[in-house]
C-alpha cells in the first residue's frame, strides 16, 4: 500500500483530498487515463472527471479503484467524505447542510418541487438546471443534492415527514420515463417506517404557506429551527417566535391533507398517468 500523506493545506477539504490521491496512486501506478479506463471497464473520461473534480463518480467506482490500487478502503472512505462535505454546496446553503445532517428529525412542506432528500438523479438534474447551472458545475450540485438523500437511508435515519402540494405532482418531467423513476422512488420512500409522505389536495384552497416550501429541524440539543425557501430568497430562521408561527402554520396544512395511506394511493394514480414509452 502507498505510503499515507499528511493532509495538509487544501488536501484539508474532503473533496480535494480525494481529488488529491486519485491523482497520486494514479501517478504512482504508470498508468495513463486510458490505460485506467481499460483495467477497469469504465470510459477513460470518468476518471479525468473524477481527477478533475468535476465528479466524484459512484461508490463501485471508488471501490473498484481501491481494489486495484491495493488501498482497501481508502478511496472509498474519501469518497464517503467527500459526498457528505457541505463545502460542496454553495456557500448560502452550507449551513442549513451542517444542520440537516445533524438533526434527529425534519418536516418538510413543498409547494412546486420535491424535497432534495426525495430527488432522484434525473429530477435534481432537471431542476437545477432549469435554475441556471451547466456544466462541471451543474454536475457537482447534482452529485451534492443526491448524496444528501443518503442521510435518510443511513443506519440511524432520522425521522421525516413531507406534505406535498398536489402541484408538485401535477409538474411531470420532460421525459416520461424519468418520471416514472422519480414517482416510484416516492412511493418506495412512502413505505419506509422512517418516512411519511402526505399530499395536500388542490382542494382547501389558500393557507399561510401557499406559496412557502418549509423545512423544520429538530436537532439533538431539542432546538427547533426553519429554513423557508420562496422562488428567489431561502432563510434559515432561529428564533423562538417566528419558528412557532411557521409550526402552526404547517399544524393547519397538515390538518388539511390526505392521510399517509390515501396519500400513496393518490402518488400511485399519478403514475398510472404516466404515458408509456413506444416500444421499439
Known amino acids: 500500500m502507498p505510503p499515507r500523506r499528511a493532509v495538509t493545506g487544501r488536501s484539508q477539504e474532503p473533496r480535494q483530498r480525494f481529488v488529491e490521491e486519485l491523482r497520486l496512486l494514479r501517478a504512482q501506478k504508470g498508468d495513463s487515463l486510458r490505460q485506467l479506463g481499460e483495467v477497469l471497464g469504465w470510459d477513460w473520461s470518468l476518471f479525468g472527471k473524477m481527477e478533475a473534480g468535476q465528479t466524484l463518480g459512484g461508490p463501485e467506482v471508488a471501490q473498484a479503484l481501491d481494489q486495484y490500487y491495493g488501498t482497501p478502503g481508502l478511496l472509498l472512505t474519501l469518497w464517503e467524505l467527500a459526498l457528505a462535505d457541505p463545502s460542496q454546496f454553495r456557500e448560502q446553503y452550507r449551513r442549513y447542510m451542517v444542520l440537516e445532517s445533524e438533526a434527529v428529525s425534519l418536516w418538510h412542506y413543498a409547494v412546486g418541487v420535491l424535497p432534495g432528500l426525495l430527488q432522484t438523479w434525473g429530477y435534481a438534474h432537471e431542476v437545477l438546471a432549469a435554475g441556471g447551472?451547466?456544466?462541471?458545475?451543474?454536475?457537482?450540485?447534482v452529485e451534492a443534492r443526491i448524496g444528501r438523500g443518503k442521510l435518510l437511508a443511513s443506519d440511524d435515519p432520522p425521522q421525516f415527514r413531507t406534505i406535498l402540494s398536489e402541484a408538485v405532482l401535477r409538474r411531470p418531467m420532460l421525459a416520461p420515463q424519468s418520471w416514472r423513476e422519480q414517482l416510484e422512488h416516492l412511493s418506495q420512500a412512502a413505505g419506509q417506517p422512517n418516512m411519511t409522505i402526505q399530499v395536500l389536495s388542490h382542494g382547501p384552497g389558500l393557507h399561510a404557506l401557499a406559496s412557502t416550501d418549509v423545512m423544520f429541524l429538530r436537532l439533538p440539543d431539542g432546538r427547533t429551527v426553519a429554513y423557508t425557501?420562496?422562488?428567489?430568497?431561502?432563510?434559515?430562521?432561529?428564533?423562538?417566535?417566528?419558528v412557532e408561527r411557521l409550526q402552526r402554520a404547517y399544524d393547519v396544512v397538515r390538518d388539511f391533507a390526505l392521510s399517509p395511506a390515501e396519500s400513496r394511493k393518490f402518488i400511485g394514480q399519478m403514475l398510472e398517468e404516466v404515458p408509456c414509452e413506444p416500444s421499439t
Open 133 to 141: 447551472l451547466k456544466g462541471a458545475e451543474l454536475d457537482r450540485q
Open 229 to 242: 425557501e420562496s422562488a428567489l430568497h431561502g432563510e434559515l430562521v432561529e428564533e423562538t417566535g417566528p
